[in-house]
């Protein structure tokens, strides 16, 4: 499995798809409404997933967490695996990507926010030395309804 970082950040997280496939039926799709967190936002370094006959089967993100120095070395991401590439070490591989990239630019801390009931992602990022340190009660909105959102972070062993 080989992963390519992107050189240009993308105009919308899903434009590594081609928009008839585009698992969540973005805006660079013709029509549909995106997946949480995929806005196009910008600042964020994009790590195309392993590919396979040029189809991105996955990509993962992170940005800084707040502009103030305290908190210089803490990102945010976001990692998405193509539905038809599950349960095939796309994800993982993704995680181990970012780790190393995170830590070789002296980042001590990866956090995100992942909604309960996706017990795939929780695992996922379990398997990658994440861990849970707590629940925000009705924090984010998916599909117009208020949910809680686990918070999950990792510490880096190697940046103090």
Do not use: K
């Not at 928009?19 to 936002?41: E, H, L, M, N, V």
């Not at 790590?47 to 993100?61: K, Y």
């Not at 990239?101 to 990022?125: C, D, K, R, V």
């Not at 809680?148 to 990792?154: N, S």
């Amino acid at each position: 499995m080989s992963l390519r970082l992107l050189r240009r950040p993308l105009r919308h997280p899903c434009e590594c798809w081609e928009a008839s496939t585009c698992p969540w039926g973005c805006p660079s799709a013709p029509s549909g409404s995106s997946p949480p967190g995929c806005r196009g936002d910008r600042g964020h370094a994009r790590v195309p997933g392993p590919r396979r006959s040029r189809q991105c089967l996955g990509w993962i993100a992170a940005s800084p967490v707040s502009a103030r120095s305290a908190y210089a070395g803490v990102v945010e991401h976001s990692v998405y695996v193509h539905p038809g590439a599950r349960r095939r070490g796309v994800g993982l591989a993704l995680l181990r990507a970012l780790i190393a990239s995170t830590e070789a630019a002296g980042i001590w801390t990866i956090q995100s926010g992942i909604f309960p009931e996706n017990t795939a992602s929780l695992t996922l990022h379990a398997r990658a030395g994440f861990r849970v340190i707590g629940t925000r009660e009705r924090i984010g909105r998916h599909h117009g309804i208020w949910q809680d959102v686990v918070m999950i972070e990792r510490r880096s062993s190697t940046v103090t």
